[in-house]
């Protein structure tokens, strides 16, 4: 079964400084990964996402991602972090178990990280 | 585009009640999905539906269940009410993409329905 894992339960960073937000996973075969932010009160929003190609995915807000197939990673990261950027973050890859037909599928998350940026 | 709506946004129950929740996709969706959001189990997959049939479901009990209507708009619907039951209930619709010759799915999460079981 696929899983994720998301090492660290808050993450502290002062404003201007590199943030990253650290994921590991276990999938079988391909994996697809995402990452989503959620400010309080709010549902998920797409941050970005690896499905193939260049192991440096650029997403949202300034957002990057590293996909290290070796290490079964995909940390996200940002150079100069922002106190906006303050949020619970998801890691998530796409779940086969199960899986019914095309297309269909659905996400395994991590527990989520909070990320703290100090002013 | 809209985004994807859920009602209602805020529920309170007692045990034993039941509970149908609300969710329209983005137009032009056809696939929704739910999850069950609590700070003890983080984020779990409810199920999915898509072109109103049911086509994944998570490890719930059947006191969970849920449809999609030909408008794609779906509902889920939790029977007998347990304290447990209280959580953020979220929903997504999704489109399916292409990146480099793979097709994937990415999906849009609404605001949820926070659910509240006395």
């Known amino acids: 079964a696929q899983s994720v894992a998301q090492p660290e339960d808050q993450v502290n960073v002062a404003e201007g400084n590199p943030l990253t937000v650290k994921c590991t996973y276990s999938?079988?075969?391909?994996?697809?990964l995402f990452w989503y932010v959620q400010y309080p009160n709010r549902g998920l929003q797409f941050l970005l996402k690896?499905?193939?190609?260049?192991?440096l995915v650029k997403g949202s807000y300034g957002f990057e991602a590293e996909f290290n197939k070796s290490q079964t990673s995909f940390h996200l990261k940002k150079p100069s972090a922002l106190v906006s950027d303050s949020a619970l973050y998801f890691c998530?890859?796409?779940?086969?178990?199960?899986?019914?037909?095309?297309?269909?599928?659905?996400?395994?998350f991590g527990k989520g990280t909070k990320l703290s940026v100090i002013p | 585009k809209a985004g994807v709506t859920q009602t209602p946004r805020y529920l309170i129950k007692t045990r034993g009640q039941q509970v149908t929740l609300s969710c329209s996709p983005i137009?032009?969706?056809?696939?929704v999905s739910w999850y069950q959001q609590t700070p003890g189990q983080g984020l779990q997959f409810l199920f999915e539906?898509?072109?109103?049939?049911?086509?994944n479901k998570g490890n719930f009990p059947g006191r969970f269940s849920g449809r999609q209507f030909s408008n794609s708009r779906s509902e889920m619907n939790v029977s007998t009410l347990e304290l447990g039951d209280s959580a953020l209930y979220l929903c997504?619709?999704?489109?399916?993409?292409?990146?480099?010759?793979?097709?994937?799915?990415?999906?849009?999460f609404g605001p949820g329905t926070r659910l509240t079981v006395l």
């Open positions: 997504a619709s999704s489109f399916t993409g292409t990146s480099g010759g793979a097709s994937y799915n990415e999906q849009f």
């Open positions: 999938v079988s075969g391909n994996p697809y």
């Open positions: 690896y499905i193939t190609g260049d192991n």
């Open positions: 998530a890859v796409r779940d086969m178990t199960g899986h019914s037909g095309a297309g269909s599928y659905q996400l395994t």
């Open positions: 137009s032009g969706h056809r696939s």
């Open positions: 539906y898509f072109s109103e049939t049911q086509r």
